[in-house]
């Protein structure tokens, strides 16, 4: 039985729908599939910040019984992951990112493009969120249609939750130095058809985490995901890579 493992999601999709694929490949593993803070209520706190995320990481391991876990988050949840990371690290048996929505270090901020997001956030809430989708994936990726019918009632709490987390990822500081200094194994995928901003990101936090393996998933991107396109070989990658983590001095 590995250890256990905590999986957190984007800021769009909850996490029962993003990861139920990838779960069911992985039956000898000790799960918690939790939804991000932002969510929590009916509206996010407005004191929201990336601190509000990383206590409620805590109190969730806490409650599960984890005293040390995997981590994997993808994109906001892996945003959350990283700064989990290097502020309560000795907690992490490795840690996987799919795609985090930021590293929040200076260089990234540089080339993130914020003014786009700043556009698509002052849009009404339905072109908002298309808005902040398309920025999520390279311009000659073409989205699909919104399913008919109305939307499902989660999707009411997505734009304030998406305003929130992107004021708190801009407010959000984790200098270079923080990431080497986490020894861990460090695992982090994108697909070849997302925006270039996580190209960049792949690069950076390879030349900074100490134990890095990248992956590269082809003709997918960020709102068609590795996990939930090939949860298979996701499963299997994961697996060999929680193994050799285990396997490690702590």
């Known amino acids: 039985m590995h250890q256990p493992v905590i999986f957190l999601p984007g800021i769009i999709a909850p996490a029962a729908i993003r990861y139920g694929p990838l779960v069911e490949r992985l039956p000898d593993v000790n799960v918690l599939v939790r939804d991000l803070a932002v969510y929590d209520g009916?509206?996010?706190?407005?004191?929201?910040?990336?601190?509000?995320?990383l206590d409620a990481l805590d109190r969730a391991a806490n409650a599960a019984g984890f005293e040390r876990f995997h981590l994997y988050g993808h994109s906001g949840g892996g945003a959350v992951a990283l700064a989990y990371a290097v502020t309560r690290g000795d907690r992490l048996v490795s840690l996987a990112v799919d795609e985090p929505a930021s590293d929040f270090t200076a260089e990234g901020d540089e080339v993130y493009g914020w003014p786009d997001f700043d556009a698509a956030l002052q849009l009404p809430p339905g072109p908002s969120t298309a808005?902040?989708?398309?920025?999520?994936?390279?311009?000659?990726?073409?989205?699909?249609?919104?399913?008919?019918g109305a939307p499902p009632p989660?999707?009411?709490?997505?734009?304030?939750?998406?305003?929130?987390?992107?004021?708190?990822?801009?407010?959000?500081?984790?200098?270079?130095r923080e990431y080497?200094?986490?020894?861990?194994?460090?695992?982090?995928s994108r697909?070849?058809?997302?925006?270039?901003?996580?190209?960049?990101?792949?690069?950076?936090?390879?030349r900074l985490f100490p134990d890095f393996t990248g992956e590269v998933f082809e003709g997918l991107h960020h709102l068609n995901t590795s996990h939930q396109a090939e949860p298979d070989r996701v499963a299997a990658t994961l697996t060999q890579f929680w193994e050799r983590a285990e396997a490690a001095p702590p």
């Open 154 to 176: 989660w999707m009411a709490k997505r734009p304030a939750g998406i305003r929130a987390f992107v004021v708190a990822l801009r407010d959000h500081r984790v200098e270079p």
């Open 42 to 53: 009916d509206a996010p706190p407005s004191d929201f910040s990336v601190a509000t995320e």
């Open 131 to 148: 808005a902040f989708m398309r920025l999520q994936v390279a311009e000659d990726v073409e989205l699909p249609s919104p399913p008919e």
């Open 180 to 188: 080497v200094s986490f020894a861990k194994p460090v695992y982090f």
């Open 191 to 206: 697909g070849s058809r997302t925006h270039p901003r996580w190209v960049a990101m792949q690069e950076r936090l390879a």
